[in-house]
């Protein structure tokens, strides 16, 4: 189907598609930082941005159907996945110790 797009559309989508995942993000973090002590703003967006930016470069890889990519980009957003899950878990913990 992305062949029927022009290249400089589909760039103009993507990058349309990241800046509103990224306020989205900024957001996020806003809100997580307006209940929590430990974890800022700053911190959660970052980590979102990270997976927005991998899950891009993985629609990318997969459109190009290039399978090496995939298979490094599905590791990659994985590890930080669970990275950004024991981070907002602790910090929650850390607010709310008798959960």
């Known amino acids: 189907m ?49 997976h927005i930016s991998g899950t891009l470069d993985f629609i990318d890889a997969h459109a190009a159907e290039d399978e090496a990519v995939k298979a490094q980009l599905l590791k990659t957003g994985y590890d930080q996945a669970g990275k950004f899950a024991e981070f907002l878990s602790e910090g929650m913990l850390k607010d709310n110790p008798n959960l």
């Open 2 to 50: 992305t062949e029927m797009i022009p290249r400089g559309l589909r760039n103009f989508q993507k990058d349309e598609a990241r800046e509103k995942l990224e306020s989205l993000s900024d957001d996020f973090g806003d809100l997580i930082d307006r209940g929590s002590n430990n974890m800022t703003a700053a911190q959660v967006a970052n980590n979102l941005k990270t």
